[in-house]
């Protein structure tokens, strides 16, 4: 099975990047795991969605057209998600309904400072999967509040609890991925 972890942040240090790892080694040994980053995606604009699309849009549809399932990490910028995730689905999502979005299965991470751990985040990022017929795990949010306090300099996961919200998730987001 081919998961790709897209994380929507930027930062080299990113706590949903650390997450995403976290997250990617509790799969099964049948899963094969890519975090991809978002930085080169250029942004969406209509008039270079045609038949040469830019490389790194190329890439990505094909990376997400090719997996069987996505685990997407948000942090919460302003109760939302960021722009260069945002702008990501968008270029992906095209054509509509046809998109390699359209039934993709997801499911929905995120790690923030602040102690409600990205949650309206998530919320607004459910609505636009809704809007690119992407199902997503319908399971409790996995978010990881003060996570600044969770992971440590180096990235490692210290919070124990954290770590077996983690395992549940991910193992729950496998076995949905092979029961549908």
């Not at 998961?3 to 997450?19: A, P, V, Y």
């Not at 976290?22 to 049948?30: H, N, T, V």
């Not at 830019?54 to 069987?68: E, F, R, Y």
């Not at 969770?150 to 987001?173: E, K, M, P």
């Amino acid at each position: 099975m081919k998961i790709i972890g897209i994380n929507g942040s930027l930062r080299q240090g990113s706590l949903n990047r650390h997450l995403l790892r976290i997250a990617g080694d509790a799969f099964s040994e049948q899963v094969d795991f890519t975090i991809v980053e978002l930085g080169n995606i250029p942004l969406y604009n209509g008039d270079l969605d045609g038949d040469n699309k830019p490389a790194p849009v190329v890439s990505l549809k094909q990376l997400v057209d090719d997996a069987d399932g996505l685990l997407i990490a948000t942090p919460e910028y302003n109760y939302s998600i960021p722009g260069v995730l945002k702008n990501a689905l968008d270029w992906v999502s095209r054509p509509a309904y046809k998109s390699p979005l359209a039934g993709k299965r997801c499911g929905i991470l995120s790690a923030s400072m602040s102690p409600i751990g990205g949650v309206r985040a998530q919320a607004h990022l459910r609505a636009v999967l809704a809007g690119t017929l992407s199902p997503v795990y319908p399971a409790p949010e996995l978010s990881i509040g003060s996570a600044h306090e969770a992971f440590n300099d180096q990235g490692q996961l210290v919070d124990s609890s954290a770590r077996r919200h983690i395992d549940t998730y991910v193992a729950g987001f496998e076995q949905w991925l092979n029961n549908t």
